[in-house]
């Protein structure tokens, strides 16, 4: 499963980095601790994975970067995100929706609730042109008709003037990919931009995103729970539970030889077609409650490496190897058991 190219190297200056990112979703005298303290850096011309089950905090990380969150019942109570060295959660909204689309953007993983029904994908697309004051009239109109046939829709001119309803999952996802490289951004945030789309289609929407990337050299996040998906297009991985990036590093290292108990779990519960007939072998229990996260490492319920220290201290950051940390207090075990 490891990809066998060479990491990108890590850069001085990340094109995006997250330090300690904390947030908190307040509803009902109940607080659900979604993000808990989760750092990453992504370096410019990368592609790097966010990788995790459900309820891990991926898509939230996600959203508070690209300040998407609504508050209340969100708020972001602690850490950083810098984006090209200036502070994100700083900066004055006006400031960051000019950002929004020049520099950073991002693909839904929802793509009919994501674009407007009353409205063509054509004059949705043309309209970030004419927002940005880029292209205006029928300038804004052709781009956004160009923009279509480079994402691989056929009859461009014609389905510009169709609404997202007329479209399929996957060509909708593809408006959604035109519309969100529209301005030549230098980071794109793709939040599992291939759910509920069959295989053949996936494998299609990943090899235009990944096409994209390179072509532009732009940095590139994917926000998935799919290994595989990981392995083919991902330079570094950052794995998440819990609201916590536990383990970080190169994908062909961490996928190879995973220095945390979590991610080794993921790997052992993948199936293999060497193994047919063999029972699966799957994470026991469930995700923890976030507003209930569990005292020390919150993955100790479901660990088979866990002792008393796990349930009682919350583990420290480990240097598994050059580039790659992991959070779990038996690295070592882990490490010579993957």
């Not at 309820?55 to 109570?77: D, N």
């Not at 850490?79 to 000019?98: E, I, N, S, Y």
């Not at 077609?273 to 209930?292: E, F, W």
Request: net charge negative.
């Amino acid at each position: 499963m490891a990809d066998a190219r060479a990491p990108t190297p890590i850069l001085d200056a990340p094109i995006l980095d997250v330090e300690d990112l904390r947030v908190e979703f307040r509803s009902g005298g109940e607080t659900v601790h979604a993000v808990n303290g989760a750092s990453f850096r992504i370096n410019a011309g990368e592609t790097a994975a966010i990788l995790g089950e459900s309820g891990s905090g991926k898509s939230v990380s996600a959203a508070a970067i690209m300040r998407l969150l609504q508050s209340p019942p969100a708020f972001v109570t602690g850490g950083t995100v810098h984006f090209k060295g200036q502070d994100v959660l700083a900066m004055p909204l006006a400031k960051w929706r000019d950002f929004c689309g020049r520099e950073i953007a991002m693909v839904f993983q929802d793509a009919l609730t994501s674009l407007n029904p009353v409205f063509s994908v054509g004059w949705q697309i043309a309209e970030l042109f004419r927002t940005h004051g880029v292209a205006s009239g029928r300038d804004a109109d052709a781009r956004a008709v160009d923009l279509l046939d480079r994402v691989g829709i056929p009859d461009a001119t014609l389905r510009a003037r169709d609404y997202a309803h007329q479209f399929s999952g996957g060509m909708r996802q593809r408006v959604m990919i035109a519309m969100a490289i529209a301005l030549g951004p230098d980071l794109l945030i793709a939040d599992e931009p291939t759910t509920a789309l069959d295989v053949t289609v996936q494998a299609q929407i990943m090899e235009l995103l990944e096409g994209l990337r390179a072509e532009s050299d732009m940095a590139m996040i994917l926000i998935t729970h799919d290994l595989g998906v990981v392995a083919d297009v991902a330079d570094n991985v950052a794995v998440m539970y819990a609201g916590r990036v536990v383990e970080r590093g190169p994908v062909s290292e961490v996928l190879a030889r995973p220095g945390h108990a979590y991610t080794l779990a993921l790997l052992d519960s993948v199936p293999r077609t060497r193994d047919k007939g063999q029972k699966l072998n799957p994470i026991i229990g469930s995700p923890p409650d976030l507003a209930r996260i569990p005292k020390g490492c919150a993955f100790n319920p479901r660990c088979r490496f866990a002792t008393d220290l796990c349930r009682l201290e919350t583990p420290p950051s480990v240097a598994v190897a050059p580039g790659r940390i992991a959070e779990c207090h038996h690295v070592e075990a882990v490490f010579n058991d993957g």
